[in-house]
């Protein structure tokens, strides 16, 4: 977009929020319009034109939308089809259920994105290898989470001006790449003894005597009043009248 064709956002923006731009004066709007132009250089006009109206059709605050909103409406737009964080796990359930022994092809089947948030085809081959509760609970909602961040991520990098990313990219190739920390060997699994099953076994009666009933706490002891022992004395002295008549 040329800054004259910004020229046309700007007309569009000042007719549907004439209260905001009244009384701005022409230093103040040509910087508005040197700005927009050159964060919409690599944006065709009629894009952006079309992610503007559809910002003012749908605003309930009074305000005209700020660049970072035309900027993610255009993505919108342009993206139709962006993959969402449920697609996302889809096409990682997928991969899992023949990744136990195929996890490199498997890996080479999803999408970069997913590719990054993998990382590798030995983190499929692990998860292909844990129960299926765990899987579809605590490991489908930490990718999901983990594809939200990099997609938010890769979005945020692309709204950039080009000359802004081009920078970013040669300040990332200048940094010294940090070596990867070797992951520690996993552990045996235990062998289970003897007295390990025998114990089982002892907490196994256990719990069924206690569902069947046949476990029963001794009552609480109770100390008699002196009533009580007044009643039994007199009881006992009755009897021992009895027996010695």
């Known amino acids: 977009m040329t800054r004259q064709e910004t020229g046309i956002i700007m007309d569009i923006l000042t007719t549907a929020y004439p209260a905001f731009y009244n009384g701005r004066n022409a230093p103040d709007m040509r910087m508005t319009v040197n700005l927009w132009a050159e964060m919409f250089a690599e944006d065709d006009v009629k894009i952006v034109a079309a992610a503007v109206k559809a910002l003012i059709a749908t605003d309930d605050k009074g305000f005209p ?3 970072g909103a035309v900027k993610g409406r255009i993505r919108q737009i342009s993206n139709p089809d962006e993959m969402t964080e449920q697609e996302a796990w889809t096409y990682i359930a997928k991969a899992l259920r023949n990744s136990s022994y195929n996890a490199e092809e498997e890996f080479s089947k999803l999408p970069p994105i997913l590719q990054d948030v993998v990382h590798a085809p030995q983190q499929l081959r692990e998860w292909a290898r844990m129960d299926e509760a765990t899987v ?7 990718l ?9 991520s890769r979005r945020d990098f692309e709204a950039l001006p ?6 970013a990219r040669t300040f990332a190739a200048a940094l010294p790449q ?7 060997a996993a552990l045996p699994p235990r062998v ?10 002892e907490k196994t009666r256990e719990i069924l005597m206690q569902q069947a009933g046949t476990k029963k706490k001794p009552a609480a002891y109770t100390p008699p009043t002196p009533v009580d022992w007044e009643r ?3 009881d006992a002295l009755r009897r021992f009248r009895e027996v010695a008549q």
């Open 232 to 234: 039994q004395r007199q």
């Open 192 to 201: 289970r003894t003897v007295e390990d099953i025998k114990a089982d076994m």
């Open 178 to 184: 940090m070596p990867e920390e070797p992951k520690p």
């Open 136 to 142: 579809q609970s605590v490991v489908a909602s930490n």
């Open 162 to 167: 080009k000359d802004v990313q081009a920078l």
């Open 144 to 152: 999901q989470r983990s594809f939200r961040a990099k997609a938010q």
């Open 65 to 67: 939308p700020h660049i």
